[in-house]
């Protein structure tokens, strides 16, 4: 077998060397594949299964919850500024006193300057008026609380 082997083998190079030449190159390696069938035995032999030791089970831990109330913010006092209360009053002012003035007319078609009486003018004033003054009042905030849920051990783990 190993004669025809060879001798194949030297056959694939001749011809590889011939091809390779002709095209202008030159062939530097050459193989061929071989199928080799695969050998098999009969072997005896320990051979572990399964290694050694112990098996050990684990129970999981076991949580619950409680509800709880906590206190989320403590009493806080502040203090806010209430506004003034106002009120508008009007009042009636004297503008002008009147009395006795000197005017320009015109009297059958000439100019004559004439003393005449004027009324006294009066006008409506607009006053604002506090009737309460502004104050800071004193707000108490109580303390604010929250159901909060917390998470409790009810069983440790176990090993058996």
């Given at each position: 077998m190993i004669r025809k082997s060879s001798a194949s083998l030297a056959a694939v190079a001749m011809l590889a060397s011939v091809s390779g030449t002709a095209a202008g190159g030159r062939a530097l390696e050459c193989y061929?594949?071989?199928?080799?069938?695969a050998l098999y035995d009969t072997v005896y032999e320990d051979v572990m299964l399964s290694p050694g030791g112990q098996v050990v089970d684990y129970d999981a831990p076991i949580y619950g919850?409680?509800?709880?109330?906590e206190q989320i913010a403590p009493p806080r006092v502040t203090y806010e500024t209430v506004p003034a209360v106002t009120r508008t009053v009007y009042h009636t002012v004297k503008v002008d006193d009147g009395g006795y003035a000197w005017e320009w007319r015109v009297i059958h078609g000439r100019k004559v300057l004439c003393k005449v009486w004027r009324k006294a003018r009066y006008a409506r004033v607009a006053e604002t008026v506090v009737v309460q003054p502004e104050r800071v009042r004193r707000v108490v905030l109580p303390a604010e609380y929250e159901a909060v849920a917390h998470e409790v051990l009810v069983r440790p783990q176990q090993v058996r």
């Open positions: 061929e594949p071989i199928h080799r069938p919850t409680y509800q709880g109330v």
